[in-house]
């Protein structure tokens, strides 16, 4: 897997020797003799994975899923929603028999595959069929004006369950011995094959004898121990972007049941209890979700209490995801110790937040604080699932510091603008909502402010220039 300088996947491919399939692409020459479309590649080319798999099938399988769930840029074949076949069997029917699908679906019954030769599937399907007496029909409940349209009624390859002549009971003893070669019991087949085409060509039907030949092959390629994978392989974690590697490393360092794809993380900023805010930072997948940021000035605290203003800033935000029953985070992250925990659990009681998952992050030591656990959990400095957590803390504690700091200049350009004669609240106001700041005020001269701002002329304009540069 190629992936560019953003971690985007451009390109999935498979070889036997990948050794000598990345040296092709990375020869010095092949900057200048290959096509555009191959040279903008090795040009896009930042990061490169791979993974081992135990056959040229699996192999296969593994691509086409990786290129359907990337579409990356590259890759042109294999783009449309086109799957692998499986091989369907509905035992809730009455008559089941093999059929053929694409999708499977949670419909309780039996899948088999996918199958990457879809030539040889349908080829040995139409062979169980025959063999086995299957209906071919797609009548679950087959009945004589089905068989008024049966071509296998010529032949006399069904057991014809739609004269009535052979009970639901009998025919699933059929089924069962065809789901048995399915399972992978192909050698009593095999060996009836190998007779039939020994008596075929001892008769001199040689052609009947290579279509033998070529069922028995198509068995093995289809259901042989080798080939069985009826499953799509796990994608195995170097595969995973680095920021969804990080969320997988996390769910398994925490023991958690489900991914936390999504993560919010609250830090306090205050100086001694004065212009206390709370900010709240959400990662999805491993990366900033910037617009579902939120920061609060915290309004019943008053003295410097860090847990106090902690059970404040979760009680108003999860308060609100209750009570208009949003989806809360798959985990909840607080910039601190035990006591910083223990506030935010009292807080999601108070409120009467459904249970999930809750850690506390302490800067001292990265250590990690889980409910019910004494001793706090320590992970390599090097663990993705530790830099994750670094990166979501450092990014709630940078925002709240910028929403303290952005308060704490706003009351010190007040304050100067408090001391200049003839300027009130209304006049205050309207400076500081029409140049935005005090530093952009300062720059301003006398004439740009009266000509500006509604209501102030020359004389107090000259004022604030005068009283602004002095300070």
């Given amino acids: 897997m190629f992936r560019d300088r953003f971690g985007k996947v451009i390109y999935v491919g498979k070889a036997r020797d990948l050794r000598r399939r990345l040296g092709n692409y990375f020869q ?18 930042s990061d490169w994975s791979y993974t081992i798999v135990r056959t040229e099938d699996e192999a296969l399988l593994l691509e086409s899923q990786l290129i359907k769930s990337y579409a990356p840029h590259y890759n042109i074949l294999m783009r449309d929603d086109k799957r692998y076949l499986l091989l369907k069997v509905d035992l809730s029917e009455k008559f089941p028999t093999l059929s053929l699908a694409r999708l499977k679906k949670p419909d309780h019954a039996r899948y088999f595959g996918p199958f990457p030769h879809g030539t040889a599937l349908k080829m040995t399907r139409e062979f169980l069929l025959s063999y086995f007496g299957l209906r071919g029909c797609k009548n679950p409940d ?3 004006e089905t068989r008024k349209h049966c071509l296998k009624k010529l032949v006399k390859d069904c057991c014809a369950p739609c004269t009535g002549k052979i009970s639901p009971e009998e025919y699933r003893a059929k089924l069962d011995a065809a789901l048995e070669v399915l399972d992978g019991n192909i050698a009593p087949v095999k060996e ?4 039939q085409m020994l008596d075929a060509a001892a008769k001199g039907l040689f052609e009947k004898a290579a279509r033998l030949r070529d069922t028995a092959a198509n068995i093995e390629a289809v259901f042989g121990k080798k080939n069985r994978i009826f499953e799509n392989p796990a994608l195995p974690d170097q595969l995973f972007p680095p ?6 490393a996390l769910a398994q360092r925490l023991g958690l049941k489900n991914l936390p794809r999504t993560i919010i993380c609250f830090d306090i900023s205050n100086i001694l209890g004065t212009l206390a805010v709370a900010s709240m930072v959400t990662f999805t997948d491993g990366k900033a979700d910037r617009a579902a940021y939120r920061r609060f000035r915290i ?21 609100r995801l209750v009570r208009e029953k949003r989806p809360l985070p798959d985990l909840l992250m607080v910039d601190g110790g035990k006591g910083q925990l223990s506030s935010a659990i009292d807080a999601l009681i108070a409120v009467g937040a459904p249970p999930l998952p809750i850690i506390g992050l302490a800067e001292r030591n990265e250590e990690i604080f889980l409910p019910g656990r004494k001793d706090a959990l320590v992970l390599d400095r090097h663990d993705p699932a530790l830099r994750l957590l670094q990166s979501i803390r450092d990014e709630s504690h940078r925002f709240a510091i910028t929403y303290h700091r952005q308060l704490r200049e706003k009351r010190i350009s007040a304050s100067r603008l408090d001391d200049i004669p003839g300027i009130g609240e209304n006049r ?6 029409t140049f935005g700041s005090l530093e952009a005020l300062k720059r301003a001269d006398a004439a740009e402010i009266a000509a500006k701002v509604p209501g102030i002329g020359l004389i107090v304009a000259r004022k604030i220039e005068s009283s602004l540069h002095k300070s």
Avoid: C
């Fill in 28 to 45: 010095p020459s092949r900057r200048h003799t290959a096509d555009a479309k191959l040279r903008s590649l090795i040009n896009s080319i």
């Fill in 142 to 144: 087959p009945d004589e």
């Fill in 192 to 195: 009836a094959i190998k007779k």
């Fill in 243 to 248: 920021g969804e590697r990080a969320v997988r």
């Fill in 299 to 319: 309004k019943t605290v008053m003295q410097s209490n860090d847990f106090a203003m902690m059970n404040e800033a979760v009680s108003r935000h999860f308060s």
């Fill in 428 to 433: 205050k106001r309207q400076l500081l909502r």
